[in-house]
């Protein structure tokens, strides 16, 4: 069985700092292109980080010099560490195994004052 977890979200300060986790099981991780999407209220969802099986990244130029994807393949899991955040930051946050169906429960992303 094909699972998702995200975890790391919660409410902070705009200017503040957040490390998102996503562990994957069911799957040969290190084969995978893992990517971070976000969806805000009354918005689509959106790509907002990618990484590649070769370690190669991809950014949204809304969140570039801010947030930087990683994984440790060892752990199967895919971070996302959120610098500098923005209340338009604000929106639940997934992960997702290459363009697959597979998708995590999400985790909240509050960027507020």
């Known amino acids: 069985q094909v699972q998702l977890v995200e975890s790391g979200g919660g409410s902070v300060q705009p200017g503040g700092s957040l490390r998102l986790s996503c562990r994957a099981s069911g799957i040969i991780f290190r084969i995978y292109d893992m990517g971070w999407y976000r969806q805000a209220p009354g918005k689509e969802r959106e790509l907002v980080a990618s990484?590649?099986?070769?370690?190669?990244?991809n950014y949204a130029d809304a969140v570039k010099g801010r947030f930087t994807i990683s994984r440790d393949n060892a752990k199967n899991t895919v971070y996302l560490q959120m610098n500098s955040l923005k209340p338009e930051d604000t929106a639940v946050y997934y992960c997702?195994?290459?363009?697959?169906?597979?998708w995590g429960q999400g985790t909240q992303v509050t960027v507020s004052s």
């Open positions: 990484i590649t099986s070769g370690f190669s990244t």
């Open positions: 997702r195994i290459g363009s697959g169906s597979y």
